[in-house]
Nanobody, 126 residues
Framework: VQLQASGGGLVQAGGFLRLSCAPS????????MSWFRQAPGKEREFVAA????????YYSDSVKGRSTISKNNANNTAYLQMNSLTPEDTAVYYC????????????????????WGQGTQVTVSS
């Protein structure tokens, strides 16, 4: 499976973006989906995750309360809506997919992910 991530761009502080991720040729309902990000000179870090059945979500403290991860099985796409963006959100954002045994499980570690997307750049100007 390949993941196609999109939706990044340049936005002013306080603005919002919606990132999208679609697995090519596979049913997204079979996957728990996650978003990670990597800023220059820093390690890749977890941002948000959603379980295979969409019932469970989890967010990093840095985005909690201003971000929403979701899955739309009808159009086979996962989304990350990020609001109130700050320059600290500037990074390459990667979507990832995993197939945990339990439908309600989520995975937050880089090492747990089976497949990675190509990354989409998010730049927030002050």
């Amino acid at each position: 499976v390949q993941l196609q991530a999109s939706g990044g761009g340049l936005v002013q502080a306080g603005g919002f973006l919606r990132l999208s991720c679609a697995p090519s040729g596979r049913d997204i309902s079979a996957y728990a989906m996650s978003w990670f990000r990597q800023a220059p000179g820093k390690e890749r870090e977890f941002v948000a995750a959603i379980s295979r059945n969409g019932a469970s979500t989890y967010y990093s403290d840095s985005v909690k309360g201003r971000s929403t991860i979701s899955k739309n099985n009808a159009n086979n796409t996962a989304y990350l809506q990020m609001n109130s963006l700050t320059p600290e959100d500037t990074a390459v954002y990667y979507c990832a997919a995993d197939r945990p045994f339990l439908l309600s499980s989520i995975t937050t570690r880089v090492s747990d992910q089976d497949v990675w997307g190509q990354g989409t750049q998010v730049t927030v100007s002050s």
